[in-house]
């Protein structure tokens, strides 16, 4: 698995690790993130079984796992959360796992000792280290309880499967989008089918663009950054969402 230094300031950065060549073809890839304040680290949408020796060697070759104090679930997908168990044996015993109240009961299915932190609806502050981060609702973009987390100091929004996008095997060694316009094929397909509410959609978008940010990084292919963030911003704005049956058509 490949590891994306993507922020540096002092000890504040973040590391993206993904496009693992060893992954098997029908394992979706995922990107897992990290946050390092200090000696502590947050880990953002640790991943499933699956990628779990590969993200963990990986991981380890750029921090002590001792650092791992905090883990932020988006939401309750299996590529999402499914490895939390494991996660927990090689990390300090108290661990912090943020997830929304919502999908907690769910998520305890295969991990019933996790210490929990139930993130209301409205979203909630996280400090760590120097730094604050902030859990911000972006609920029905796709999960009923759903959250982004924002990096007021580092200016990045990590986004869940908010501008994710499904790419080809192999089409990139970059983490960056570098022509959005052809990178609309590989987002189009999944906005169209997973995301199913246009005033959700406008409510995000509308908070979003509030906030100063610099880098949108998705859980699924490639991140935006500088003048990419408001392209996506606005061609999400424009898309026609489906919902149901429609997206079957």
């Not at 750029?62 to 932020?72: A, G, Q, S």
């Not at 100091?153 to 990139?172: K, Q």
């Not at 978008?205 to 950054?225: C, D, N, S, T, Y």
Request: glycine content about 6%.
């Amino acid at each position: 698995m490949k590891c994306f230094p993507i922020f540096q300031k002092g000890d504040h950065q973040w590391f993206v690790f993904g496009q693992d060549p060893d992954r098997p073809e029908y394992i979706i890839d995922t990107n897992q993130v990290v946050i390092q304040s200090g000696n502590q680290a947050l880990l953002c949408d640790p991943g499933g079984l699956e990628v779990f020796p590969a993200m963990m060697a990986a991981l380890t070759e750029v921090m002590p796992i001792d650092n791992v104090r905090h883990i932020f679930l988006s939401h309750q997908d299996p590529d999402v959360s499914s490895a939390l168990p494991v996660w927990r044996q090689v990390c300090p015993p108290n661990l912090d796992v943020y997830l929304s109240w919502l999908w907690q009961g769910f998520v305890r299915h295969f991990d019933s000792e996790a210490k929990m932190i139930s993130v209301p609806d409205q979203g909630m502050p996280i400090r760590m280290g120097k730094i604050e981060l902030k859990l911000l609702p972006a609920h029905y973009l796709h999960s009923s309880g759903n959250f982004n987390l924002w990096d007021p100091a580092a200016r990045i929004l990590f986004s869940g499967d908010i501008g994710a996008a499904v790419l080809p095997a192999g089409l990139t060694d970059n983490i960056f989008v570098t022509d959005f316009a052809s990178h609309i094929q590989y987002l189009e397909p999944f906005h169209k089918r997973w995301m199913g509410s246009p005033p959700a959609r406008d409510a995000w978008i509308a908070m979003v663009r509030k906030l100063p940010i610099e880098m949108i990084v998705p859980q699924h292919g490639l991140l935006f950054r500088g003048d990419d963030v408001k392209r996506f911003l606005d061609w999400f704005a424009e898309l026609e969402l489906c919902g149901g049956l429609a997206s079957i058509a």
